[in-house]
């Protein structure tokens, strides 16, 4: 991919393209349009970056409400071993080239403050990763392999070693830092770069992905295919309503694994998925995409033009989840969040989304970041949400289901910050 012509692209449309190309040219590009910017430094005390790697919400912004506000760039890097432990002189040791991706995680938390003004990062590990070693992952941690879970679907799996997730609200941020993991940049925000990825992993460049949410992002977008221009111009994802209500999300604390070897991680499940936006605009009122995203009890004024009067939660009571069954036995329609509350337990959420927008292939989509104590927690939760179980009659009324499909699906496991570096499946 080469760098896009300025043109028409808003200048935020123009900095997402340039994220998504990567490399010097991109940072260049950055640099061109916005200027340096005067990005925080981290530091060179580990022990006080939280424990978990999946921490970011404290040192995130928020919004009006007092909701957790994404940082607005991201780049999920794929990246497969150079080597197989298996064929080490010393079997499955790991010792060294784990120090090498340690140094290399820390020089970037030196570089950058932990948040979304600096740098926020995972790095999550597959079932093939762990695969390759002798001995099972404890009973603790819950991460079976990818799969179809409909009879809808067919999708590709993620099946290298690992992913890292970079997140911040600077374009030139998570681009500096992934050419500082791989040895392209010899400083990175002043911090001399010691040590780097290169010999212990391999990006592939085939499955690198990127993305951005934000209020005013996804309508910057109507000059790709399956953009149309009536996405509400201040929605900060592409289907038109917020997201991320901080009483409609599972917390921190109740997706980190509690016991075992990786006590302080998570597991992570990423679906991409394409949105059918032409449909769900041009042949759906917004009276009918509330509805379909919420309940059939939620009105426009409850909801506002992309949820902005629901304030803190999706709007969503006891009784109208309840009523589920009942909507779409009597009713012919039920709510994508009526669905999914369903997997509640004990009347809290289980699973937390990062989810963000796409253009990856030039088409609109979502990469569906959820993190939860066991994948087991996700499958609830999307179980819950295809709905499989409701007689609504019209397909294209439960929910949105009729208007995402999933392209692709990897399962990981996010160790705790001191195990991050090339885990073993029994660590001492």
């Known amino acids: 991919m080469t760098i896009p012509e300025r043109g028409g692209l808003s200048r935020r449309d123009y900095l997402r393209a340039v994220v998504a190309v990567g490399g010097a040219s991109a940072i260049s590009a950055c640099l061109d349009e916005r200027g340096e910017v005067d990005v925080p430094a981290g530091t060179d005390d580990p022990d006080s970056l939280p424990a978990r790697q999946h921490a970011w919400n404290e040192f995130l912004e928020t919004d009006d409400d007092g909701n957790v506000r994404p940082p607005e760039h991201h780049v999920l890097v794929a990246l497969s071993l150079a080597s197989d432990p298996a064929d080490r002189d010393d079997g499955d040791s790991l010792t060294e080239p784990a120090e090498t991706v340690e140094g290399s995680l820390q020089t970037l938390e030196r570089a950058y403050e932990w948040s979304n003004d600096g740098l926020l990062f995972t790095v999550g590990y597959t079932p093939s990763y762990f695969d390759r070693f002798d001995g099972e992952l404890p009973e603790t941690v819950d991460l079976p392999v990818p799969e179809a879970l409909t009879d809808r679907e067919d999708p590709a799996f993620d099946e290298f070693d690992a992913l890292l997730h970079l997140a911040s609200d600077h374009p030139e941020v998570v681009l500096r830092a992934e050419k500082a993991l791989f040895g392209e940049l010899e400083t990175v925000n002043g911090e001399p770069i010691e040590t780097d990825l290169t010999g212990v992993f391999e990006r592939l460049e085939e499955r690198r992905r990127t993305g951005f949410v934000g209020p005013g992002l996804p309508a910057e977008h109507t000059d790709v295919d399956g953009v149309p221009d009536s996405v509400p111009e201040e929605a900060p994802f592409f289907m038109g309503f917020r997201s991320g209500f901080r009483e409609s999300q ?149 929910g949105i289901r009729s208007y995402i499909f999933v392209g692709r699906r990897g399962n990981y496991l996010l160790p705790p910050r001191s195990r991050r570096a090339l885990p073993t499946p029994r660590p001492d």
């Open 250 to 398: 599972a917390t921190e604390d109740r997706v980190t694994i509690r016991d075992g070897p990786f006590a302080g991680g998570a597991t992570q499940q990423l679906s991409s998925l394409d949105v059918q936006l032409d449909v769900w605009f041009e042949q759906e009122s917004h009276a009918q995409r509330v509805m379909k995203t919420f309940s059939p009890d939620h009105d426009e004024d409850q909801v506002g033009e992309v949820g902005e009067a629901l304030e803190t939660s999706n709007g969503l009571t006891d009784e109208q989840i309840d009523d589920t069954e009942a909507d779409a036995r009597n009713r012919g329609v039920v709510g994508h969040a009526q669905k999914a509350a369903r997997a509640r337990e004990d009347g809290e959420q289980i699973i937390l989304r990062r989810d963000f927008n796409t253009v990856d292939g030039d088409a609109p989509g979502t990469h569906f970041l959820s993190l939860q104590r066991e994948m087991d927690d996700f499958l609830a939760v999307r179980e819950a949400m295809t709905g499989a179980d409701l007689d609504v009659g019209i397909s294209q009324n439960n």
